[in-house]
């Protein structure tokens, strides 16, 4: 049974900084892609940034310059540091991990950007 487990949120004020962490464990199959996902009240699901198991990244453009994601392949991790975090950026953000035949979602960790 895979297993993705994600840390890391939090509230923090404009301006300010958290990293998120994500690992998957439970599959004998290699990762394609580990990304991230965020989800507002009233909004659909949205790319945040996506890494392959080659190191290559997509970002949105919302968080392009802020935010930079980050894998250690040995053990199945995946990063996120936002940094100049804005009050848009108040969502829960859910890791996705993409095994090519089937992907998984984790739980989910709210990051709430606030004075």
């Known amino acids: 049974q895979v297993h993705v487990v994600e840390s890391g949120g939090g509230l923090v004020q404009p301006g300010g900084s958290l990293r998120l962490s994500c690992a998957a464990s439970?599959?004998?199959?290699?990762?394609?892609?580990m990304g991230w996902y965020r989800q507002a009240p009233g909004t659909q699901r949205e790319l945040v940034a996506v890494?392959?198991?080659?190191?290559?990244?997509n970002y949105a453009d919302s968080v392009k310059g802020r935010f930079t994601i980050s894998r250690d392949n040995a053990n199945n991790t995946v990063y996120l540091q936002m940094n100049n975090l804005k009050p848009e950026d108040t969502a829960v953000y859910y890791c996705n991990v993409d095994y090519g035949i089937h992907d998984y979602w984790g739980q989910g960790t709210q990051v709430t950007v606030s004075s």
């Open positions: 439970g599959s004998i199959f290699s990762i394609i892609a």
């Open positions: 890494i392959t198991s080659g190191g290559g990244t």
